[in-house]
């Protein structure tokens, strides 16, 4: 029975929630119900942690998050295991986003000792000869943060690095079908030094807590990752705060004429199954040249009959179950949806629970809803196309946000891809599954990979102040 952290202190509720393996449908363990009544408790303390974390150095906050990095890679083989067993992930994927989750955290402990001020110039100005001033930059208070079960810990550290090093205390809402890591995290995070009041993590229901948290006036900002129907519902809730969202894109991969088909099928075969297909970059849809399209089919068919279903801690295992059997049946559903409307499988198609087995479809009809938008489940839809305008035509028509591959030996069609194709990213001869993360504020996406980019979040993380001096009197 694992309890909510709630600014230091171990808080039970009066129900608890299962969190089963989807592996096995068994419990792994039980988790604090939390609601309301628990928002306002951590609220309450995080505004007493903000002021402590205020007060923190950057240097103490680069220790805090350079101490949690290092406490991450030393229980990096208990925390890829527990992440298994809570989202049914392979355990080498596992693994993968323990080490991208300290890896997040150093990123922030470096940003830490690079703080960045803007000069004004007021003598700009007419009347401005005599003044000197500057933006500087100050925490924002409280910040809550709420997260999709399909990389619980990346996400997490995602959220929680910049907060802390911009000075802010938070407040995590995992998801209800993985909230384990997250909550051992938290312990981690208190050993590594963060003040208690500063960090909480509430478990349970979305239309509770999370809810709860967005719409709580004393929370200055929202982070969230998640569905686009309920991201899109947030700033109802929230009102005036500052708001981040991750909702759901599309991977997607381009086969010019002149790529290879073998190579183009081994990066379709495991970016489009990679954590059974629940991740943002996983490959959904793939446009092919006429020429090498039945090439890439066929080199693609003998690639998916080699995947194995089973045992997600076991290393052979390559395709992995859905989160949950809800997930499984909503897969299914599309899927026999889209085949009612024209669309004709040639690989899986079918559920075997906990598994949906790896599919692949051919004319998906473009009005489907497995066309439109983000199955999160192991289903490739191939596509032929002719010309590059004919398929610009066909991925511009997407409402939702595109994260595409193109394999090109031709450098001029891939500019013109590249420059014409409306995505949030493009990668010429390479995965679209890099952990770019975008975030969407409204019209704006971001992109986070490197150094200079943590920079940033943390900046939005935190508010600008102006400090400026105007004439001074000499005595």
Not at 136 to 150: D, K, Q, T
Not at 288 to 315: S, Y
Request: glycine content about 6%; some cysteine; aromatic content about 6%.
């Amino acid at each position: 029975m694992q309890k909510m952290l709630i600014g230091g202190h171990l808080v039970g509720a009066d129900e608890w929630l299962e969190v089963l393996n989807p592996y096995t449908g068994e419990p792994v363990d039980h988790v604090a119900r939390g609601g309301a009544t628990h928002v306002d408790q951590a609220v309450a303390l995080a505004r007493h942690g903000a002021e402590k974390m205020r007060e923190l150095s950057l240097s103490q906050r680069a220790s805090i998050l350079k101490h949690v990095a290092g406490l991450i890679r030393q229980e990096r083989q208990s925390l890829a295991t527990l992440l298994t067993l809570e989202t049914g992930k392979l355990i080498g994927e596992s693994r993968i986003e323990v080490e991208r989750a300290a890896m997040v955290f150093d990123l922030a402990a470096e940003a830490c000792h690079h703080p960045r001020a803007t000069q004004f110039p007021p003598e700009s100005f007419t009347d401005g000869a005599s003044r000197f001033g500057f933006w500087a930059r100050e925490p924002m208070g409280v910040v809550a943060s709420i997260l999709a079960f399909n990389l619980p810990l990346a996400h997490a550290a995602q959220k929680t690095a910049p907060a802390i090093a911009a000075g802010n205390a938070i407040i995590l809402k995992p998801s209800t079908e993985a909230p384990l890591t997250v909550l051992r995290l938290g312990l981690l995070l208190y050993r590594a030094g963060m003040p208690p009041e500063a960090l909480s993590i509430l478990t349970g229901r979305g239309e509770e807590v999370g809810h709860a948290l967005a719409a709580h006036p004393l929370i200055q900002a929202i982070t969230f990752t998640g569905s686009r129907e309920v991201g899109l519902s947030l700033p109802v809730q929230a009102g005036a705060k500052r708001i981040e969202m991750e909702l759901d894109t599309i991977g997607a991969l381009v086969a010019a004429e002149t790529a290879d088909p073998e190579h183009a099928a081994e990066i379709i075969a495991c970016c489009g199954f990679m954590m059974a297909g629940q991740s943002p970059t996983s490959i959904q849809h793939v446009w092919a040249h006429v020429r090498i399209f039945d090439a890439l089919r066929d080199a693609l068919l003998k690639r998916v009959a080699e995947l194995r279903c089973g045992d997600p801690m076991d290393e052979q295992t390559s395709l992995p179950p859905l989160i949950h059997p809800r997930a499984l049946e909503r897969v299914e559903r599309w899927v026999q949806e889209a085949m009612q409307q024209g669309a004709k499988p040639i690989a899986g198609a079918k559920a075997e629970p906990p598994f949906y087995l790896p599919s692949v479809l051919l004319e998906t009809p473009a009005h489907s809803k497995l066309y439109n938008e983000a199955v999160f489940g192991p289903v490739v839809l191939l596509h032929v196309y002719e010309s590059p305008a004919e398929l610009l035509q066909q991925i511009n028509r997407f409402a939702i946000g595109l994260r595409i591959a193109v394999y090109t030996r031709d450098i001029a069609e891939a500019f013109e891809l590249a420059r014409h194709a409306r995505a949030l990213s493009v990668h010429v001869n390479d995965s679209p599954a890099l952990p770019i993360d975008p975030v969407i504020r409204g019209d704006m996406q971001e992109h986070h990979m490197c150094f200079e980019d943590m920079l940033e979040r943390i900046e939005r993380l935190s508010q600008t102040k102006y400090i400026g001096f105007g004439r001074m009197a000499l005595f």
